[in-house]
């Protein structure tokens, strides 16, 4: 990293978030004297879409439905409800002559924006797609089902594109404004904006589904706990000033599932995250003898100080603020709060680097003046602090555990945000987890949209796929991805396959075409490689082996865990019970369909196929879940499409119990 900047929030500025990013990207390119032509990649990400949700901000929508009558009456769904009394409640119109006339009285009747809609346009989008360019070309925002989602459901496709469709003339500004702020800074690199998923998609994309954009705040750390941090696989916590953010990454993948909105399920698919409202700035409720509770409310909602980063004297000379319960003094400047950042400080235990460090006799001060007046010692008024913030964090914590069928024993703890070093390593120490500090903490935010990968998925119902439908889905998603700026070189498609759903997703995800080409970053040497697969599958280096080596990764095997590194030094996978074979892309078809054969499981039940994951050039092509090694070997073979014969290529498998 060469240079971070911080703006502070305004409220009263014509052009809104676009004006801090004109101020903070002029400080950047001014102060280190960087030449504007020499960026090859910016990205924003912006909480804009889930605000306005939260806001009531939204448009007067207008669903037009085509179709039979039981079709139309499928597409209805109750309002959904937003900010207090408000509630999306959509006019539901019948598919009529849309001419000129049609949409003024559209206009007159106060409809903003559009949805077109109708079932099975997931195949057959061409109504739909007519219906919206006439809209866009009348000056109405629109969008439809299909291009929203291409999932089935058609009650719940209609409903998300509902909202995406409410929150599209907001966005639409936001979008160009922030595109004309990029613009003013003579920056060229084509701008992208960070999506709910953790990857990012080029502007002209929140222009059709600004809904994708929802959540994205804790998706940016996330990824920069992925490209940055390079976590493989921990429960991530991001903690602020306000609410910490739980995660977890597996595989080095972190973990989704879908939105809900207002209560309503719908097509959208986000990180899972947890959050909580305690952080490093949360208020500490108290009475004689004890600490009841910290947070939700933090001090910089309530326009508290921080002790820590309060000169002593202004300790030394405050007076004691307990009336409204909460552990603070007061000066003529307004009162000074002992958060968890205070606590942590008085007990020395925040290093001299992090972000969080401040006065720490300052802060013992403020605990020794409090806690007196409570009847509690400052360490034992500093304990309790961090203690009931721990037992927020763990809650969430065992919830993810549960959830996703980690093992506590191998949980390691990563903690990002500015307050990560006042309350991780005492939350892991009390818990009994292993913790780190991510690298640049503070920003891991703006770093992790910086790193991010352009993605996009598509999805589809199908019953019983055979090998072809998986391989025209994967197809689907690697041009999803090109549309939305990555190159087409370096896509990494994973699917993903519910059964018992008849569901199969792909998700397509590759570096822009700037990033790509000239950005790369440098490669690790094989010390280093080896040494990273080390540290993740917690050996020391002397007892890790390269079991296979290809152009773009090397897997190193102890244990009978395999870990993969790339050419970066970045474990991608570390996987349990695996077997590796090296082969080339000529032969990977036959030695994929021997490894299957040799790794299935069988039992009373039948059989179970193992896990398997293909490594060519610089991809990870991921063949898990797939029900018959056909499905394997097509996918397989349509991924080393265009490698030469002799290209190394290994195979990853892990058994599974039948």
Known sequence: MLASVKVPTT??????????????????????????????????????ATNALLEGDVARVGVVRFGSAFARASMRFAPIPLAAGIVLAPAFLDAAPADDAWFERARASGIDAFVASEAFAVDRPEREAAFVSAARARGFAATSGSEVSTMYGLRARTRT????????PRMLRTARMTRHAVAAAHIAA???????????????EVERRPILTMLSGPAAGIAGALFHEN??????????????????????RPQSRPARIGGHRTLLRTLDVRTLGVAGGSLAHVVPGAVTAVGPRSAHIAGYRYASFCELAAIAGARLALDDGIAALADDDGRIAITPTCAANALGLVPVTAFAHGNAAAARLACERVGAALGLPA??????????????????????????ELDRATVVLVGGG?????????????????????RDAEVISPLGVALALVRDVVERTIVDPAPADLVRIRREAVEAAIRAGAVPGGI????????????VRASASGATALVGGTGAPARANDDERLAAAARALRIEVAAAHVVAQTPGFIAVEAKSTVAIVDERGIVRLII??????????????????????????????GRALPDVWLLAGARIIELAGLSDAESAIALAADEVEGLPEATPVAIVAAAKRA
């Open 492 to 503: 990494e498609v994973v699917l993903d396959i519910d059964r018992s759903r008849n569901r």
């Open 161 to 168: 594109a509902a909202l995406n469709a409410a929150i599209l």
């Open 190 to 204: 084509p701008l992208m904006i960070m999506r709910s998923d953790g990857g990012v998609m080029d502007v002209g």
């Open 231 to 252: 976590v493989t696989d921990a429960i991530f916590i991001e903690v602020g000033g306000t609410s910490a953010d739980c995660s977890v990454i597996r595989r080095g």
């Open 11 to 48: 409220h009263d500025h014509a052009d809104g978030v676009a004006a801090g990013i004109v101020a903070g990207l002029e400080q950047l390119l001014r102060e280190h004297a960087i030449d504007p032509s020499a960026v090859s990649f910016i990205a924003h990400s912006t909480t804009q």
């Open 418 to 438: 500015g307050g990560a070093a006042a309350l991780i390593p005492f939350a892991a120490h009390a818990l009994g987890f292993e913790q780190r500090i991510a």
């Open 379 to 404: 360490d034992a008024l500093a304990h309790a602090i961090l203690e009931r913030a721990t037992a927020t964090l763990k809650s969430a914590i065992d919830e993810l555990i549960a959830d996703y």
């Open 576 to 605: 349990p019970r695996a077997v590796v074979v090296l082969t080339s892309a000529a032969a990977s078809a036959n030695a994929i369909a021997s490894t299957i054969e040799e790794q299935t499981s069988y039992g009373d039940v």
